[in-house]
């Protein structure tokens, strides 16, 4: 008897273990599906709160060769921004804002890139042709010149007489970058890029005399083997005003990268991925609730059919056969593929990706002389 009370006693306790891990399965599973009770239903919050939807960006993919290796990647970085839902709404306390953050970054050794093409020192003047852009977008006629541009911008954000002609100019440039980078409660303003840690401890202790202005995680394109077919890996860059319209429909904000050329283009739907996006409760300039709302989705790795080392090699061989062979001709792309064996693309005197890109402001289009060669894979393999 004392055995069947004992074996009973087992069983019940196991039943028991049994059901409870059931039950929390089950609501493991509801919580993970239909959300817990706050996520279920709206959480209701206390007056004065105001909330707003931002974007979460999504990592960009990276590009490799037929073998896995890495030629192009992503950098962290951390960057400063503004954010519009602790920017002082008043027009004179907000000039003070911007014009001390101006000022605090220069003193860091960085300098606040503004988009107005107006020079900044008087007399005023346009630095592009066509300005029909900043015209528009501040309500003027065509006829406008840079001094009018500059008085409208003092005039409609009421930039106090008691700052210098200078602070002025910095106030009226900031202003309008506002205006020109669709500055919003989902759209923060770019500030600096890559800042240093000690820069980025330092004014986050100035937060509260500078509204607004935080410290994100971001990140840039690192291009790890710039000799390995630079032309067709191509670029990005930032999204520019005439891009914007069409984009914005897309998911895009101002301060996202967009492929501009070669493959970074070709392939920019699956290398870019997809954004998430979060609901950020503030009241009291305090944020009081964060909630993912769509997480963000990193975008897909592209893996090209090219050997890397393969590449280089004949690239080598190619550069020393038309030194030697062909020294008057200056030859570059040539495509090669074998049967069912990875391409090369074949370019003698190699354009460094890295060094076209720090110079690209010096010329737009390189004219180059075309010469195609073609080789058999499997006799120069080595």
Known sequence: MKGFAENLKSIIIILLVVSLSLLSSLRLMKIQVM????????????????????GIKATRGEIIDFNGNTIVTNDARTDIVLQMAFFPTDFAEGNKVLLGIYKALDEHGYKFEESIPVSFEKPYYFKKSDVSELISDLNLNIYATADNCIDKLISDYEISDEYTAEEKRIIAGMRYQMIDKDFSYSNDLLLAKNVDQKTVVELKELSNLYRGIEAVDASERMIVRGDILPHEI???GPIYAEEYDELKSKGYSYNDTLGKSGIESAMETPLRGLNGEAQIAVKDG???????????????????????????????????????????INPMPSLLKGNAEPYVYLTQKQVQLRAWLQHRHITSRITLKIMNIFYRQKILRL
């Open 234 to 236: 191509g670029t990005v």
């Open 35 to 54: 959300g817990d009770a706050t996520i279920e239903t709206p959480l209701q919050y206390e007056p004065g709160t105001l909330t707003y939807k931002k």
């Open 286 to 328: 305090v944020v009081r609730d964060v909630k993912t709302i769509a997480e963000a989705t990193s975008g897909e790795t592209v893996k090209l059919t090219v050997d890397g080392a393969f590449q280089l090699k004949l690239q080598d061989i190619l550069d020393n056969f038309l030194t030697y062979t062909f020294p008057a």
